[in-house]
């Protein structure tokens, strides 16, 4: 690809195997992630039994660590790439109309938005989720709006620059309504520094998504998330290392991977940053 140097070229690779690995996972995995075999328990990475060769080990209860892993990334993916969808159309929304309308409109909107930015995301996701109860659903609900105050200030402050240029007041004045004005001159104006944003996001909600999957409040057993493989890991750190190694180092290069891309994108959506 023209403009993208090798490394880059690398971790996109990367990010491309990991979501090619979470899309196909049920078919990757060589054992079902949820059949158990005390027998198999807490064995190494390398381990031949009748049944086949456990690459990465198996866990407390048996089961294939890779299989694990792979499901495990099949869920970190999908949770944080809807909740970015969540956390992006809710503040972009409000960005928007709080930009175009102004007044009290945005007075109340970026009130709203100081307020949400007040509290620790972390701490709002975990006390909403111990409430709501841990599901899948409620942890795409969750993480999706605790942080769509970032996305709005973004639009927010991109709307009042693009409002003003001459094009929007044509629209205008050719009887363009506010609706279409938005949706269709402005926000596509806007969209560069919101992927950005969403990108650097994307990585926070596969973090968040652990760490409440560690804590307990995430995806439940016996579904496997990377969060929980770790959890359980934790026990056994002296004896059976590889429960978190494996998912800990996928945790480590995923994250990775969308911050380094993340920075890229900026650069090309904004080369003023490059030198920053």
Do not use: K
């Amino acid at each position: 690809m023209r403009g993208v140097s090798p490394g880059m070229a690398i971790i996109l690779l990367l990010l491309v195997a990991f979501c090619l690995a979470a899309l196909a996972a049920p078919w990757l995995a060589p054992f079902d992630p949820l059949r158990q075999s005390l027998l198999l328990r807490l064995r190494p990475p390398g381990t031949s039994f009748a049944a086949g060769t456990y690459l990465l080990g198996t866990d407390d209860l048996g089961r294939d660590l890779l299989s694990r892993v792979l499901h495990g990334a099949r869920a970190s993916i999908a949770i944080a790439a809807l909740s970015v969808s969540v956390s992006l159309l809710v503040g972009t929304t409000l960005g928007l109309i709080a930009g175009w309308f102004r007044g009290w409109t945005a007075v109340i909107i970026m009130r709203a938005v100081d307020t949400m930015l007040s509290i620790p995301a972390i701490l709002l996701a975990v006390l909403t989720v111990a409430v709501l109860g841990p599901s899948f659903f409620n942890l795409i609900l969750v993480l999706g709006l605790t942080r769509w105050p970032r996305y709005t200030r973004v639009a927010y402050a991109q709307t009042l620059q693009v409002a003003t240029l001459p094009y929007i007041r044509a629209a205008e004045m050719a009887g363009a309504g506010s609706g279409r004005i938005l949706w269709r001159h402005i926000l596509p104006n806007i969209a560069g520094p919101l992927m950005v944003v969403a990108t650097s996001e994307f990585g926070l909600m596969i973090l968040f998504e652990a760490g409440l999957s560690f804590l307990g409040l995430g995806i439940q057993p016996p579904h496997p998330s990377w969060g929980s493989i770790m959890s359980v890991g934790r026990q056994y750190v002296e004896r059976a290392w590889w429960l978190t190694v494996f998912p800990g180092a996928c945790l480590f290069v995923l994250v990775l991977c969308v911050n380094l891309f993340g920075d890229w994108l900026r650069d090309r959506v904004d080369p003023r940053s490059q030198g920053r």
